[in-house]
């Protein structure tokens, strides 16, 4: 018998042996409280032999598995090798095992944030031969001081940021394919560049969008910029002034704010259409707008060698000495869908940002990209995120 089978023994006989020892003990110390007669020694032996003996049993029984239950000591190597289960075998001579290298189980993990240094004013962009001139090799962010914004505001107030061009507002709408003017009903609405007058009616009858009646109605005016046509759409009208053919000055009235077709509320639609006026060809005019005073634009460009069809949504955050600003707490922008092509190579963009410095977010494939920016009045920053 081993020592550890004689430690196991001693306890299952030991433990009751214990118990029935410490019973007597209590019989004598035990205090009870006034009134009660307290047991002598007589009356506790018999109350321990007049128990049932299943009782007295289940007694044995329950010291026996606490004994089973204490920790015993840990079996020795030579003992194990010395079992008949575990023969003991020898190396075969001459030979030597060779360990590889250790290396850690793979793991899936967020991998540390990627950012960009806010480059100086005397960075320009390298220019192309169509599209914005983006940054040279290497550059994260630059400023496009070459860039014009061809376009007035057909009113002149910010952009409503709850619906930007290509957000559908968490999945609720359609793919926002232009912008949106909220104002009060019969607010003029201005000519956004010189021109002529494609169109002028309603969508009643004809489908020229998702559904008949999606613009009510509406104004479409065809421009020219340098040899590159470009098409203006001003929607849900409650008044139309002027008539197909007819030629526009930038800022003309051309109609009034309403809220005829597929509209929540009197606000006016815009879209900037290239090179063909249809529902296909849509650009964001966010660029295309010259930015408010003391306010510049951003276009950025993420793209993932591995992946043209990136998809979800960017956050821009203002900062102020070095901190992120407590308001607004960030503003949200849908990354373009495939549907929606630019010919810039942007994928997203915005106007009327406050000159000052921002702190860009994109979260993908589990890795945030961080980046920090330069917004100046009246100029088009751009950025350029290449994804792992």
Request: charged share 5%; aromatic share 2%; net charge negative.
């Given at each position: 018998m081993t020592k550890e089978n004689l430690k196991i023994l001693l306890r299952v006989t030991l433990y009751p042996l214990c118990l029935i020892f410490l019973l007597f003990v209590q019989g004598f110390n035990f205090k009870v409280p006034k009134g009660l007669k307290p047991l002598g020694l007589f009356q506790l032996k018999m109350m321990i032999f007049s128990t049932p003996r299943p009782f007295l049993a289940l007694l044995l029984l329950?010291?026996?598995?606490?004994?089973?239950?204490?920790?015993?000591?840990?079996?020795?190597?030579?003992?194990?090798?010395?079992?008949?289960?575990?023969?003991?075998?020898?190396?075969?001579?001459?030979?030597?095992?060779?360990?590889?290298?250790?290396?850690?189980?793979?793991?899936?993990?967020?991998?540390?944030?990627?950012?960009?240094?806010?480059p100086p004013a005397t960075q320009t962009p390298r220019q192309q031969d169509s599209g914005f001139g983006w940054c040279a090799e290497g550059l994260a962010t630059c400023f496009d001081e070459a860039h014009s914004f061809p376009l007035t505001r057909p009113i002149p107030s910010r952009i409503d940021p709850t619906y930007r061009y290509a957000s559908t507002q968490n999945g609720d709408r359609e793919i926002h394919h232009g912008v949106e003017f909220y104002q009060a009903f019969g607010t003029p609405v201005l000519a956004a560049g010189p021109g002529r007058v494609a169109f002028a009616g309603d969508d009643l009858k004809e489908k020229v969008a998702p559904w008949p009646g999606f613009y009510g109605n509406y104004i479409v005016l065809e421009h020219n910029f340098g040899g590159q046509t470009l098409f203006t759409l001003y929607g849900h009208l409650s008044k139309i002034d002027v008539q197909a053919g007819q030629p526009i000055a930038t800022g003309q009235k051309i109609g009034e704010v309403g809220a005829s077709g597929s509209a929540i509320g009197s606000h006016l639609h815009f879209e900037t259409r290239s090179g063909q006026n249809n529902y296909a060809a849509t650009r964001n005019p966010e660029v295309w707008f010259a930015p408010l005073e003391g306010m510049g634009a951003l276009a950025g460009q993420i793209f993932d060698p591995n992946n043209p069809k990136v998809k979800g949504a960017v956050r821009i955050q203002r900062m102020e000495n070095g901190k992120i600003a407590d308001f607004p707490a960030y503003q949200s922008l849908d990354i373009y869908p495939p549907q929606l092509v630019a010919e810039n190579g942007e994928n997203f963009a915005l106007n009327d940002l406050p000159a000052g410095q921002y702190r860009l977010t994109y979260l993908y494939g589990g890795q945030v990209y961080e980046h920090f920016i330069e917004i100046r009045p009246a100029i088009l920053t751009l950025l350029r995120i290449v994804l792992d």
């Open positions: 329950l010291a026996a598995l606490a004994a089973c239950a204490a920790p015993q000591a840990a079996l020795s190597p030579d003992s194990v090798a010395a079992s008949p289960a575990y023969p003991q075998t020898a190396p075969a001579p001459e030979t030597e095992t060779v360990l590889g290298p250790l290396s850690a189980p793979p793991t899936e993990a967020v991998s540390a944030t990627q950012t960009a240094t806010i």
